[in-house]
Protein backbone atom coordinates (compact mmCIF):
# COMPACT_ATOMS: atom_id res chain seq x y z
CA UNK A 1 0.00 0.00 0.00
CA UNK A 2 2.35 1.82 0.72
CA UNK A 3 4.60 2.06 -2.63
CA UNK A 4 1.20 2.62 -4.03
CA UNK A 5 0.68 6.05 -2.74
CA UNK A 6 3.73 7.61 -4.26
CA UNK A 7 2.94 6.31 -7.59
CA UNK A 8 -0.36 7.59 -7.16
CA UNK A 9 0.29 11.26 -5.77
CA UNK A 10 2.77 11.22 -8.82
CA UNK A 11 -0.22 10.75 -11.24
CA UNK A 12 -2.03 13.55 -10.05
CA UNK A 13 1.27 15.29 -9.90
CA UNK A 14 1.68 16.33 -5.94
CA UNK A 15 4.77 15.58 -5.05
CA UNK A 16 4.16 17.02 -1.53
CA UNK A 17 2.75 14.59 1.04
CA UNK A 18 1.24 17.72 3.06
CA UNK A 19 -1.13 17.72 0.09
CA UNK A 20 -2.30 14.09 0.57
CA UNK A 21 -5.71 15.10 1.33
CA UNK A 22 -6.36 16.61 -1.82
CA UNK A 23 -4.64 14.03 -3.88
CA UNK A 24 -7.12 11.60 -2.25
CA UNK A 25 -10.17 13.66 -3.11
CA UNK A 26 -8.70 14.23 -7.01
CA UNK A 27 -8.29 10.47 -7.01
CA UNK A 28 -12.26 9.78 -5.52
CA UNK A 29 -12.92 12.29 -8.42
CA UNK A 30 -11.68 10.39 -11.45
CA UNK A 31 -14.15 7.44 -10.43
CA UNK A 32 -17.41 7.94 -12.28
CA UNK A 33 -20.49 7.59 -12.19
CA UNK A 34 -23.49 6.49 -14.21
CA UNK A 35 -27.34 7.42 -13.72
CA UNK A 36 -30.46 6.19 -15.79
CA UNK A 37 -33.74 8.23 -15.71
CA UNK A 38 -36.54 6.23 -17.14
CA UNK A 39 -38.96 7.59 -18.88
CA UNK A 40 -40.86 10.52 -16.39
CA UNK A 41 -44.16 10.80 -17.44
CA UNK A 42 -46.84 8.37 -19.11
CA UNK A 43 -47.01 9.80 -22.63
CA UNK A 44 -50.05 8.95 -24.88
CA UNK A 45 -49.42 5.60 -26.86
CA UNK A 46 -47.81 5.62 -30.56
CA UNK A 47 -46.08 9.06 -29.57
CA UNK A 48 -42.72 9.23 -30.03
CA UNK A 49 -40.59 9.50 -26.79
CA UNK A 50 -37.27 9.08 -25.85
CA UNK A 51 -37.09 5.59 -24.26
CA UNK A 52 -34.08 6.33 -21.54
CA UNK A 53 -30.99 8.08 -21.25
CA UNK A 54 -28.14 7.15 -19.40
CA UNK A 55 -26.03 9.74 -18.05
CA UNK A 56 -22.18 8.88 -18.31
CA UNK A 57 -19.94 11.92 -16.89
CA UNK A 58 -15.99 10.98 -16.67
CA UNK A 59 -14.09 13.98 -14.67
CA UNK A 60 -10.99 14.68 -15.53
CA UNK A 61 -7.83 14.70 -13.01
CA UNK A 62 -7.24 18.68 -13.21
CA UNK A 63 -5.21 19.71 -9.89
CA UNK A 64 -6.78 22.65 -7.65
CA UNK A 65 -7.70 22.80 -4.31
CA UNK A 66 -11.20 24.31 -5.08
CA UNK A 67 -12.77 20.84 -5.77
CA UNK A 68 -15.95 21.81 -7.71
CA UNK A 69 -19.21 19.39 -8.58
CA UNK A 70 -21.01 18.49 -11.72
CA UNK A 71 -24.45 18.34 -11.26
CA UNK A 72 -27.60 15.78 -12.10
CA UNK A 73 -30.83 18.28 -11.51
CA UNK A 74 -33.55 15.71 -11.27
CA UNK A 75 -35.01 16.36 -7.64
CA UNK A 76 -38.25 16.60 -9.15
CA UNK A 77 -38.11 12.78 -10.69
CA UNK A 78 -39.25 10.14 -8.82
CA UNK A 79 -38.18 7.80 -11.11
CA UNK A 80 -34.84 8.72 -11.02
CA UNK A 81 -32.69 5.46 -10.43
CA UNK A 82 -28.54 6.04 -9.73
CA UNK A 83 -25.91 3.36 -11.13
CA UNK A 84 -22.74 4.22 -9.32
CA UNK A 85 -19.82 2.14 -10.66
CA UNK A 86 -17.14 1.30 -7.63
CA UNK A 87 -14.14 -0.75 -7.35
CA UNK A 88 -15.59 -4.01 -5.52
CA UNK A 89 -12.29 -3.13 -3.19
CA UNK A 90 -13.21 -0.06 -1.97
CA UNK A 91 -15.00 0.11 1.04
CA UNK A 92 -18.90 1.65 1.30
CA UNK A 93 -17.94 4.05 4.30
CA UNK A 94 -15.86 5.81 1.59
CA UNK A 95 -19.16 6.68 -0.60
CA UNK A 96 -20.57 7.68 2.70
CA UNK A 97 -18.11 9.91 3.17
CA UNK A 98 -17.76 11.87 -0.03
CA UNK A 99 -21.76 12.07 0.09
CA UNK A 100 -21.00 14.31 3.28
CA UNK A 101 -18.46 16.77 1.64
CA UNK A 102 -20.40 17.49 -1.40
CA UNK A 103 -21.36 21.34 -1.98
CA UNK A 104 -24.91 20.65 -3.06
CA UNK A 105 -27.62 17.45 -2.76
CA UNK A 106 -27.16 16.09 -6.21
CA UNK A 107 -23.67 16.13 -6.79
CA UNK A 108 -22.65 13.07 -7.90
CA UNK A 109 -19.02 13.93 -9.71
CA UNK A 110 -16.22 15.64 -9.06
CA UNK A 111 -14.72 17.38 -11.92
CA UNK A 112 -13.41 21.02 -12.80
CA UNK A 113 -14.92 22.37 -14.91
CA UNK A 114 -18.95 21.94 -14.11
CA UNK A 115 -21.22 20.15 -16.45
CA UNK A 116 -24.65 20.60 -15.17
CA UNK A 117 -27.49 18.49 -16.42
CA UNK A 118 -31.18 18.95 -16.59
CA UNK A 119 -33.56 15.96 -17.71
CA UNK A 120 -37.22 16.83 -17.25
CA UNK A 121 -40.16 15.88 -19.29
CA UNK A 122 -39.39 16.07 -23.27
CA UNK A 123 -36.75 18.17 -22.24
CA UNK A 124 -33.13 17.42 -21.95
CA UNK A 125 -29.95 19.95 -21.29
CA UNK A 126 -26.68 20.76 -20.49
CA UNK A 127 -24.52 23.52 -19.17
CA UNK A 128 -20.57 23.50 -19.15
CA UNK A 129 -19.13 26.13 -16.76
CA UNK A 130 -16.30 27.96 -17.40
CA UNK A 131 -13.43 27.13 -15.05
CA UNK A 132 -11.52 30.55 -15.75
CA UNK A 133 -13.62 31.68 -12.83
CA UNK A 134 -11.92 29.61 -10.35
CA UNK A 135 -8.91 31.95 -10.53
CA UNK A 136 -11.19 34.70 -9.41
CA UNK A 137 -12.31 32.99 -6.02
CA UNK A 138 -15.36 31.79 -8.26
CA UNK A 139 -16.51 28.41 -8.36
CA UNK A 140 -17.47 27.21 -11.94
CA UNK A 141 -20.23 24.72 -11.54
CA UNK A 142 -22.78 27.49 -9.36
CA UNK A 143 -23.82 29.37 -12.65
CA UNK A 144 -24.20 26.85 -14.46
CA UNK A 145 -25.71 24.09 -11.98
CA UNK A 146 -27.98 27.15 -10.66
CA UNK A 147 -28.65 27.86 -14.85
CA UNK A 148 -29.95 24.56 -15.28
CA UNK A 149 -31.95 23.90 -11.90
CA UNK A 150 -33.71 27.17 -12.80
CA UNK A 151 -34.70 25.36 -16.26
CA UNK A 152 -35.69 22.71 -14.37
CA UNK A 153 -38.07 24.56 -12.37
CA UNK A 154 -39.83 26.26 -15.89
CA UNK A 155 -40.73 22.95 -17.20
CA UNK A 156 -41.94 22.29 -13.65
CA UNK A 157 -44.25 25.00 -13.67
CA UNK A 158 -45.28 25.06 -17.22
CA UNK A 159 -43.65 28.22 -18.21
CA UNK A 160 -41.95 27.38 -21.32
CA UNK A 161 -42.93 26.12 -24.98
CA UNK A 162 -41.67 22.99 -26.43
CA UNK A 163 -40.58 24.66 -29.81
CA UNK A 164 -38.40 27.58 -28.23
CA UNK A 165 -35.61 26.51 -26.37
CA UNK A 166 -34.24 29.70 -26.38
CA UNK A 167 -36.77 31.15 -24.56
CA UNK A 168 -36.85 29.01 -21.68
CA UNK A 169 -33.26 29.71 -21.71
CA UNK A 170 -33.25 33.31 -22.10
CA UNK A 171 -36.24 33.15 -18.81
CA UNK A 172 -33.68 31.73 -16.66
CA UNK A 173 -30.75 33.35 -17.56
CA UNK A 174 -32.86 36.95 -17.04
CA UNK A 175 -34.04 35.32 -13.42
CA UNK A 176 -30.10 35.13 -12.98
CA UNK A 177 -29.42 38.28 -13.36
CA UNK A 178 -31.92 39.53 -11.21
CA UNK A 179 -30.99 37.69 -8.10
CA UNK A 180 -30.62 40.28 -5.14
CA UNK A 181 -27.17 38.38 -4.49
CA UNK A 182 -25.22 38.76 -7.72
CA UNK A 183 -24.26 35.13 -9.38
CA UNK A 184 -20.82 35.39 -10.76
CA UNK A 185 -19.45 32.82 -13.92
CA UNK A 186 -19.63 32.11 -17.19
CA UNK A 187 -21.34 29.10 -19.02
CA UNK A 188 -22.22 27.01 -22.68
CA UNK A 189 -25.46 25.92 -23.06
CA UNK A 190 -27.04 23.03 -25.03
CA UNK A 191 -31.45 22.08 -24.66
CA UNK A 192 -33.13 20.08 -26.58
CA UNK A 193 -36.83 19.49 -26.38
CA UNK A 194 -38.88 16.68 -28.24
CA UNK A 195 -42.21 17.71 -29.50
CA UNK A 196 -44.03 13.81 -28.94
CA UNK A 197 -47.16 14.73 -30.73
CA UNK A 198 -45.21 16.48 -34.04
CA UNK A 199 -42.11 14.17 -33.27
CA UNK A 200 -40.22 17.03 -33.86
CA UNK A 201 -36.97 17.77 -31.92
CA UNK A 202 -36.00 21.52 -30.91
CA UNK A 203 -33.16 22.82 -30.06
CA UNK A 204 -30.58 25.53 -29.40
CA UNK A 205 -27.45 25.80 -28.31
CA UNK A 206 -24.96 28.23 -27.05
CA UNK A 207 -21.38 27.41 -27.12
CA UNK A 208 -18.98 24.49 -27.71
CA UNK A 209 -21.76 22.05 -25.97
CA UNK A 210 -23.57 20.08 -28.61
CA UNK A 211 -25.87 16.92 -29.42
CA UNK A 212 -25.98 14.49 -32.77
CA UNK A 213 -28.65 13.02 -34.37
CA UNK A 214 -27.97 9.63 -35.99
CA UNK A 215 -30.01 7.82 -38.37
CA UNK A 216 -29.64 4.74 -39.92
CA UNK A 217 -25.44 5.28 -38.71
CA UNK A 218 -25.55 8.38 -40.34
CA UNK A 219 -25.19 12.03 -38.38
CA UNK A 220 -28.70 13.42 -40.34
CA UNK A 221 -28.71 16.33 -37.41
CA UNK A 222 -25.97 17.99 -35.41
CA UNK A 223 -25.59 21.16 -33.54
CA UNK A 224 -22.86 24.03 -34.73
CA UNK A 225 -20.52 25.05 -32.74
CA UNK A 226 -20.02 28.72 -31.55
CA UNK A 227 -16.48 30.01 -31.18
CA UNK A 228 -15.33 33.90 -30.88
CA UNK A 229 -12.08 32.89 -31.81
CA UNK A 230 -9.83 29.37 -31.17
CA UNK A 231 -10.76 27.64 -27.70
CA UNK A 232 -13.11 30.63 -26.78
CA UNK A 233 -17.23 29.54 -26.88
CA UNK A 234 -19.82 31.73 -26.84
CA UNK A 235 -21.15 31.98 -22.99
CA UNK A 236 -23.77 33.43 -20.66
CA UNK A 237 -21.82 35.18 -18.21
CA UNK A 238 -22.67 37.32 -14.78
CA UNK A 239 -18.99 39.79 -14.47
CA UNK A 240 -18.87 41.85 -11.16
CA UNK A 241 -19.95 45.61 -12.35
CA UNK A 242 -16.33 47.00 -12.38
CA UNK A 243 -15.71 43.84 -14.66
CA UNK A 244 -18.81 44.65 -17.23
CA UNK A 245 -17.97 45.34 -20.83
CA UNK A 246 -14.87 43.54 -20.37
CA UNK A 247 -16.10 39.72 -19.01
CA UNK A 248 -16.87 37.96 -22.20
CA UNK A 249 -20.77 37.68 -22.13
CA UNK A 250 -23.56 36.42 -24.97
CA UNK A 251 -27.19 37.02 -25.17
CA UNK A 252 -29.46 33.67 -25.20
CA UNK A 253 -30.91 34.88 -28.27
CA UNK A 254 -27.34 34.29 -30.09
CA UNK A 255 -27.70 30.76 -29.24
CA UNK A 256 -28.23 28.59 -32.13
CA UNK A 257 -31.91 27.64 -32.65
CA UNK A 258 -33.17 24.72 -35.03
CA UNK A 259 -36.24 22.23 -35.43
CA UNK A 260 -35.79 18.73 -36.69
CA UNK A 261 -38.15 15.66 -38.13
CA UNK A 262 -37.12 12.83 -35.82
CA UNK A 263 -37.77 9.26 -36.27
CA UNK A 264 -38.38 6.33 -34.08
CA UNK A 265 -34.84 4.73 -33.71
CA UNK A 266 -33.08 8.22 -34.00
CA UNK A 267 -30.15 8.19 -31.38
CA UNK A 268 -29.58 11.37 -29.69
CA UNK A 269 -26.39 11.96 -27.67
CA UNK A 270 -26.09 15.71 -25.80
CA UNK A 271 -23.00 16.37 -24.91
CA UNK A 272 -20.09 18.86 -23.10
CA UNK A 273 -17.18 19.38 -25.27
CA UNK A 274 -15.08 16.88 -23.64
CA UNK A 275 -16.17 14.96 -25.72
CA UNK A 276 -16.56 16.55 -28.97
CA UNK A 277 -12.35 17.80 -28.51
CA UNK A 278 -11.44 14.43 -28.18
CA UNK A 279 -13.44 11.81 -30.95
CA UNK A 280 -14.49 12.84 -34.14
CA UNK A 281 -17.95 11.42 -35.90
CA UNK A 282 -16.38 8.44 -37.15
CA UNK A 283 -15.72 7.10 -33.80
CA UNK A 284 -18.89 8.17 -32.41
CA UNK A 285 -20.71 6.66 -35.11
CA UNK A 286 -18.47 3.47 -34.90
CA UNK A 287 -19.88 3.30 -30.98
CA UNK A 288 -23.47 3.81 -31.63
CA UNK A 289 -23.75 1.18 -34.12
CA UNK A 290 -22.86 -1.14 -31.20
CA UNK A 291 -26.28 -0.20 -29.92
CA UNK A 292 -28.46 -2.79 -31.47
CA UNK A 293 -31.69 -2.10 -29.48
CA UNK A 294 -33.16 0.70 -26.98
CA UNK A 295 -33.27 -1.35 -23.64
CA UNK A 296 -31.11 0.38 -21.27
CA UNK A 297 -28.51 -2.29 -20.43
CA UNK A 298 -27.66 -1.67 -24.36
CA UNK A 299 -27.58 2.47 -24.27
CA UNK A 300 -25.72 2.45 -20.46
CA UNK A 301 -22.92 0.14 -22.00
CA UNK A 302 -23.12 2.24 -25.18
CA UNK A 303 -23.00 5.66 -23.58
CA UNK A 304 -20.07 4.61 -21.22
CA UNK A 305 -17.89 3.15 -23.87
CA UNK A 306 -18.05 6.10 -25.65
CA UNK A 307 -17.20 8.43 -22.32
CA UNK A 308 -14.41 5.99 -21.67
CA UNK A 309 -13.38 5.93 -24.96
CA UNK A 310 -13.33 9.93 -25.20
CA UNK A 311 -11.66 10.22 -21.85
CA UNK A 312 -8.42 7.85 -22.69
CA UNK A 313 -7.80 9.73 -25.94
CA UNK A 314 -7.67 13.06 -24.06
CA UNK A 315 -4.43 12.05 -22.55
CA UNK A 316 -3.41 10.26 -25.04
CA UNK A 317 -0.01 13.09 -26.02
CA UNK A 318 0.24 11.51 -29.84
CA UNK A 319 -3.42 11.57 -30.97
CA UNK A 320 -4.34 13.44 -33.12
CA UNK A 321 -7.56 14.98 -31.31
CA UNK A 322 -9.87 17.09 -33.52
CA UNK A 323 -8.71 19.96 -30.61
CA UNK A 324 -5.58 19.46 -31.92
CA UNK A 325 -6.65 19.41 -35.89
CA UNK A 326 -8.13 22.75 -34.97
CA UNK A 327 -5.53 23.99 -33.21
CA UNK A 328 -3.08 23.31 -35.61
CA UNK A 329 -5.96 25.24 -38.65
CA UNK A 330 -5.39 28.30 -36.02
CA UNK A 331 -1.70 28.65 -36.55
CA UNK A 332 -1.05 26.64 -33.18
CA UNK A 333 1.55 23.35 -32.82
CA UNK A 334 -0.50 21.40 -30.67
CA UNK A 335 -0.69 17.71 -30.63
CA UNK A 336 -2.47 15.16 -28.23
CA UNK A 337 -5.66 14.82 -26.40
CA UNK A 338 -7.62 17.43 -24.71
CA UNK A 339 -7.96 16.59 -20.78
CA UNK A 340 -11.36 17.44 -20.32
CA UNK A 341 -14.91 16.70 -18.23
CA UNK A 342 -16.64 14.40 -20.60
CA UNK A 343 -20.14 14.48 -19.97
CA UNK A 344 -22.55 11.99 -22.25
CA UNK A 345 -26.54 11.94 -21.87
CA UNK A 346 -27.96 9.27 -24.71
CA UNK A 347 -31.43 8.76 -25.81
CA UNK A 348 -33.19 6.79 -28.33
CA UNK A 349 -36.79 7.63 -30.01
CA UNK A 350 -38.93 5.04 -29.54
CA UNK A 351 -42.59 4.11 -29.47
CA UNK A 352 -43.89 4.28 -25.96
CA UNK A 353 -44.61 0.74 -24.11
CA UNK A 354 -46.01 -0.03 -20.73
Not at 17 to 35: M, N
Not at 42 to 69: E, I, M, N, Y
Not at 89 to 110: F, R
Request: net charge negative.
Amino acid sequence: MWLVVPLLLQICGIRNFRSFPLAFWTLCSFLPSFFKVSLLTKPQPHLADCHSFPLVTLPCLWKSDRPSGAYLNATSQRRLTPFLWWPTSTNHSLLTLLWQHLWEPIVWVLCEKSSSLIAGERLRGVADGVGGWRDYGVDPSQFSGTLMRTCERLVKEGRFVPSNPIGILTTSYCELLQNKVPLLGSSTACIVVLDRTSHRLHTANLGDSGFLVVRGGEVVHRSDEQQHYFNTPFQLSIAPPEAEGVVLSDSPDAADSTSFDVQLGDIILTATDGLFDNMPDYMILQELKKLKNSNYESIQQTARSIAEQAHELAYDPNYMSPFAQFACDNGLNVRGGKPDDITVLLSIVAEYTD
